[in-house]
């Protein structure tokens, strides 16, 4: 994983809400943009923003359907990074 990828990916994880998110995605396969509402509390604004910032960073993939969007885990993404953790350690 490149340095550049390593910043946005860390840099979307270090927030309590997307952190959340990611948690409760390795829980459950996928979520919707409401699902993520109701679980957070937050305002649908905020959480495209938070989903936004996911997807950019590549560890959210999003599938539109109808007027849903499902979120799923990018788990080879999440392997990138923890095969790059590894080679710090």
Known sequence: ??????EKVT???ADKYRLAILMQL???ETM???DVQ???GLSQPCVS???KQ???SGL?????EGRNVFLRLNKQALQQLCAFLKELG
Do not use: C
């Open 38 to 40: 109701e679980m957070t």
């Open 54 to 56: 996911l997807t950019d």
């Open 60 to 64: 959210v993939d999003t599938q539109k």
């Open 26 to 28: 390795a829980k459950q």
């Open 11 to 13: 840099g979307a994880i």
């Open 32 to 34: 919707t943009s409401s």
């Open 1 to 6: 994983m490149e340095p550049k990828n390593v």
């Open 49 to 51: 923003h938070h989903v």
